[in-house]
């Protein structure tokens, strides 16, 4: 069974930072690409970022040149560092397995909240 636990969310103001971490069991995690998704109250899940199995990473133009997505393979663990947070950023945030696929997928469970104010 897989299983993605979240980690990391907190409540900073603009400009802040913070690391996300979601530990993943179930599957062999090297062999998957894994991603970021995030939803904001109000609004649909979309997608965050992602890295694919040879280190290839994909950004949505909102977060690009603030946030880094990076694993750890020896640690089972994807992580998002997110710098220069901006409001807008206040999200659930979501880590998924075999990113691509219909955003709505991928926003379930309790994922970790990420509140960014002004």
């Known amino acids: 069974e897989i299983q993605l636990v979240e980690s990391g969310g907190g409540s900073v103001e603009a400009g802040g930072s913070l690391r996300l971490s979601c530990l993943a069991s179930?599957?062999?995690?090297?062999?998957?690409?894994m991603g970021w998704y995030r939803q904001a109250p109000g609004n649909e899940c979309e997608f965050v970022a992602s890295?694919?199995?040879?280190?290839?990473?994909l950004y949505e133009d909102p977060v690009k040149g603030r946030f880094t997505i990076s694993q750890d393979d020896a640690e089972n663990t994807l992580y998002l560092q997110m710098d220069s947070l901006k409001p807008e950023d206040t999200a659930i945030y979501h880590c998924?397995?075999?990113?691509?696929?219909?955003?709505?997928?991928?926003?379930w469970g309790p994922g970790t909240q990420v509140t960014v104010s002004s």
């Open positions: 890295i694919s199995t040879s280190g290839a990473t």
């Open positions: 179930g599957f062999t995690f090297d062999e998957r690409d």
């Open positions: 998924a397995a075999d990113p691509g696929l219909k955003p709505s997928m991928y926003c």
